[in-house]
């Protein structure tokens, strides 16, 4: 089953492109475009036909006027103030409307409800050759050589760089495909993923989000879910910030619960630690029990059972890992200050600094 690429996210939409409406979803299987011109019309519709009223009664008073040579004409400035709601309505009552209406119907938190939407265009990632990004305009390549060209000039700054991210998330999976980022013209161009030479692996540029610091990793083959389940000694890996935290290590034979579930833990324990949107990930391998990921924080542990970093056990997080992981839960469930609060203390340094060698 694809998986939603802002499964890492709450909110699963990015409208690109003004009160016309667009939304991208990009999952590990295809990229998905949805036009949202009904919705955006609909809440237009308001602004619409009070023109078309104020244009009525103008007209019907310059007849009128016409017709019996009066000039005094008693409705003309209520007529005329017609003028500037429709314009305060066209203006900032029905984009803001239309937004929140696109928002509502495009933010997604499960592929059935993705399979529920109507697309306008659906590319598989697999017959995707390169994904370029330049300011306010994303051009997606394919192998067979046509192109798909996404204008993004009405998107907010943080938005940008959010569907950015998204995007190197969605190149980033595996295989790699490549992904290039350009000034306007087309020149000063920089690779941020990079497929390895025989299609296996490959490296992604990333930047550190405490640090701010541009790193270059190199990203190893993955075995894909569905390869590891037929190995009687795979693991999955549980990291962030490529690798450099490893929140849990546990045997494919005793997790109990589906795959996007495990992305949902994955993103709830990020939140708290990492936070950082392309760096973190789920990966499988075969192991064997005293094997040792060497990880930042200390690295991670292969043990019989589940392995769970000490410090998330400090946090209290044991029995609710351990709940999601054999089925019987589908979220850690902690409200915005419960997280905000184990967030301070991931990234105390006094705190920190007790887990580096555990």
């Known amino acids: 089953?694809?998986?939603?690429?802002?499964?890492?996210?709450?909110?699963?939409?990015?409208?690109?492109?003004?009160?016309?409406?667009?939304?991208?979803?990009?999952?590990?299987?295809?990229?998905?475009g949805v036009s949202y011109k009904?919705?955006?019309?609909?809440?237009?519709?308001?602004?619409?036909?009070?023109?078309?009223?104020?244009?009525?009664?103008?007209?019907?008073?310059?007849?009128?006027?016409?017709?019996?040579?009066?000039?005094?004409?008693?409705?003309?400035?209520?007529?005329?103030?017609?003028?500037?709601?429709?314009?305060?309505?066209?203006?900032?009552?029905?984009?803001?409307?239309?937004?929140?209406?696109?928002?509502?119907?495009?933010t997604v938190k499960s592929v059935e409800k993705l399979q529920q939407l109507a697309p306008d265009v659906v590319l598989n990632r697999s017959d995707i050759s390169q994904?370029?990004?330049?300011?306010?305009?994303?051009?997606?390549?394919?192998?067979?050589?046509?192109?798909?060209?996404?204008?993004?000039?009405?998107?907010?700054?943080?938005?940008?760089?959010?569907?950015?991210?998204?995007?190197?998330?969605?190149c980033s999976w595996t295989p790699l495909v490549e992904m290039t980022i350009s000034d306007a013209s087309g020149k000063n161009v920089r690779k941020v993923v990079e497929p390895g030479p025989d299609g296996k692996g490959g490296w992604?540029?990333?930047?550190?989000?405490?640090?701010?610091?541009?790193?270059?990793?190199?990203?190893?083959?993955?075995?894909?879910?569905?390869?590891?389940?037929?190995?009687?000694?795979?693991?999955?890996?549980?990291?962030?910030?490529?690798?450099?935290?490893?929140?849990?290590?546990?045997?494919?034979?005793?997790?109990?619960?589906?795959?996007?579930?495990?992305?949902?833990?994955?993103?709830?324990?990020?939140?708290?630690?990492c936070d950082l949107l392309e760096g973190r990930h789920i990966r499988y391998e075969e192991h064997k029990p005293g094997d040792f990921i060497s990880d930042g924080m200390g690295g991670g542990e292969i043990v019989d059972d589940v392995w769970i970093h000490p410090q998330l056990v400090d946090f209290g997080l044991l029995e609710r890992i351990r709940e999601i992981l054999s089925g019987k839960s589908s979220r850690l469930g902690l409200n915005p200050q419960e997280v905000s609060e184990l967030r301070a203390r991931w990234r105390n340094p006094e705190e920190n600094s007790k887990y580096k060698g555990f």
Not at 61 to 90: E, N, Q, W
């Open 204 to 273: 992604v540029t990333f930047r550190r989000p405490i640090s701010g610091k541009e790193e270059r990793v190199w990203i190893p083959h993955k075995l894909t879910s569905e390869e590891a389940q037929s190995l009687p000694d795979a693991y999955a890996i549980m990291e962030g910030e490529f690798g450099y935290q490893c929140y849990l290590t546990a045997p494919l034979r005793s997790i109990r619960c589906p795959e996007p579930e495990l992305r949902e833990l994955l993103l709830d324990l990020d939140q708290i630690c």
């Open 38 to 106: 009904k919705v955006v019309s609909r809440a237009y519709r308001p602004a619409y036909l009070l023109l078309l009223i104020w244009i009525f009664s103008l007209v019907s008073l310059l007849i009128y006027s016409r017709l019996t040579g009066a000039r005094d004409l008693p409705p003309l400035p209520f007529v005329m103030s017609l003028v500037i709601v429709d314009l305060i309505l066209l203006v900032y009552w029905s984009p803001k409307q239309a937004s929140g209406r696109v928002e509502r119907k495009g």
């Open 1 to 32: 089953m694809d998986r939603v690429a802002q499964s890492f996210k709450s909110a699963f939409y990015i409208q690109t492109g003004g009160p016309v409406g667009y939304g991208i979803y990009l999952t590990d299987k295809r990229l998905i």
């Open 131 to 170: 994904v370029t990004a330049r300011p306010s305009t994303f051009t997606v390549f394919m192998r067979s050589g046509e192109s798909h060209t996404f204008l993004t000039k009405k998107l907010s700054r943080d938005k940008s760089q959010l569907l950015l991210r998204l995007f190197q998330v969605f």
